[in-house]
């Protein structure tokens, strides 16, 4: 699959997808296009968009909201897409969510490490399901497309060895692409508030992630449940070469 000259994909329906494809490695290899796809909610996409998303190569979506977030498709999913329900998120663990929802804090990367760190089954089990999804590319979404979908973004990628500036770059361009989103549901940009509020305790969202980034991820996961094989299969799935 030939891969264009931005990764964003304008897929109907959606507003900040991405592929995880051209992304150099620490060992001088680059990221296979078609193979990993984040996303934002992708039951918004129209019948075109099902078809974009197909003519992708995606054979699988792994979708991590809750039960609660989730609503009817705009249009019928094609019988060719294996649907994988992972909530990302344990809410009845009220003693972690008391401090996190109840703020700007759980829209911005401060979260990603005491999530990690509180619930390491939970991210082990994406990553794991990525992993052995069938054969073709993986999308993996959240609601925005930003931070649920960011977290896993970047377990995958570190797990592959993508340099940590290029990590911390995918995350950034969320950015680029959730002011249309949030146009579209008639609501203000979080973007502004939330770099504020990150501001105000003297970081930023890409200090969080080279922060996190510091941390042996791989160690979180295996002990989170990942098994060697299927950290074998992640990088068979989306390394070239």
């Known amino acids: 699959m030939e891969r264009p000259p931005t990764r964003h994909l304008d897929w109907d329906g959606c507003f900040n997808v991405r592929d995880l494809g051209g992304l150099p490695t620490v060992d001088g290899r680059f990221t296979r ?3 990993v796809v984040r996303g934002d909610s992708l039951d918004c996409l129209s019948a075109r968009g099902w078809d974009q998303l197909e003519a992708h190569g995606v054979r699988a979506v792994i979708d991590l909201r809750n039960e609660d977030e989730r609503g009817e498709n705009v249009a019928p999913r094609p019988p060719s897409i294996e649907t994988i329900r992972i909530p990302l998120d344990e809410t009845a663990d009220r003693e972690f969510w008391d401090d996190w929802e109840n703020g700007p804090q759980f ?3 401060l979260y990603y490490g005491p999530h990690l760190h509180r619930f390491p089954a939970k991210s082990a089990e994406v990553v ?3 992993a052995q999804a069938p054969p073709g590319g993986v999308a993996f979404h959240c609601a925005g497309g930003r931070d649920r979908s960011g977290q896993i973004a970047i377990l995958v990628l570190a797990l592959v060895g993508v340099a940590e500036e290029q990590i911390v ?6 950015h680029e692409r959730l002011p249309a989103l949030y146009e579209s549901r008639g ?3 979080q973007t502004p508030l939330l770099q504020a509020f990150l501001r105000e305790r003297g970081t930023c969202g890409a200090a969080e992630i080279h922060r996190l980034l510091e941390v042996d991820l791989k160690a979180v996961l295996v002990q989170g449940g990942l098994r060697s094989q299927e950290v074998a299969a992640l990088r068979a799935r989306l390394m070239n070469g």
């Not at 770059?169 to 969320?174: E, I």
């Open 128 to 130: 794991a399901a990525i």
């Open 33 to 35: 296009w078609g193979a």
């Open 187 to 189: 609501e203000e940009d």
């Open 107 to 109: 829209g911005t990367p």
């Open 169 to 174: 770059a995918d995350y950034l361009l969320s």
